[in-house]
């Protein structure tokens, strides 16, 4: 007998259009691979505009989390879109242990002491730390003044709390003090780290 036989016509197209959801064999691992696909397009296309192309290889799972959801709001990314690209590059990457080093950073060995505390008091150079600061989305996870997140430590004061050294030296080399930090390396020159530290000392209530 056939389903329309025993069931209303009605309800046996019903039935088959249950059945034509359910997922086959080896559907969902096709699936998956779109996505990951998708995530792939789109980390070439939206995020290769402004960065250079970055192995996957470079990150852990939990780096990756971090920095898509640090550029989401940047690059104005969907939620799918965000999901096609951290499947992307978690299902590409590697073990901590067979992670790329990053471009820039302090040298290994490099002492905090060698870092200078002086900060420039120019407006230009202030104005440019500022602008960096906003380029880079810092916001996303640090307060400054009454915005900002709260995923890492408030940038208010941050200076006089811990020194324009400590500071410079965090900048370049995230993982200095905390190997588990989720700091994203910007790789920043040093003329825009002293531009950060400028701007970063006016909100010490500095000049």
């Known amino acids: 007998m056939s389903v329309n036989s025993i069931l209303h016509p009605r309800a046996g ?17 096709q699936q ?24 996957p290889l470079e990150r852990t799972d939990r ?30 990457n590697s073990s901590p242990s067979e992670r790329a080093p990053l471009p820039g950073g302090a040298p290994a060995g490099r002492q905090i002491t060698e870092f200078s505390n002086q900060v420039s008091s120019e407006s230009s150079v202030i104005a440019r730390g500022k602008e960096i600061v ?32 400590f500071v410079r030296h965090k900048m370049a080399d995230p993982t200095f003090n905390n190997a588990t930090s989720m700091m994203p390396n910007f790789a920043l020159s040093a003329d825009e780290i002293d531009a950060i530290a400028a701007y970063l000392n006016t909100l010490n209530g500095g000049k």
């Open 63 to 92: 780096d990756w989390v971090t920095i898509v959801n640090h550029m989401r709001v940047r690059a104005n990314l969907t939620g799918k879109q965000v999901r096609a690209v951290l499947d992307f590059l978690q299902a590409t």
């Open 134 to 165: 906003g380029q880079r989305a810092c916001l996303g996870c640090h307060q400054l003044g009454s915005e900002g997140g709260q995923v890492g430590p408030s940038l208010n004061g941050v200076v006089g709390r811990r020194t324009a050294a």
């Open 32 to 55: 998956e691979q779109n996505v990951v696909a998708a995530g792939a397009r789109v980390y070439g296309d939206m995020c290769g505009r402004c960065h250079r192309p970055r192995s």
């Open 13 to 29: 197209m019903a039935v088959l259009a249950l059945l034509l959801l359910l997922p086959l064999p080896g559907l969902q691992a």
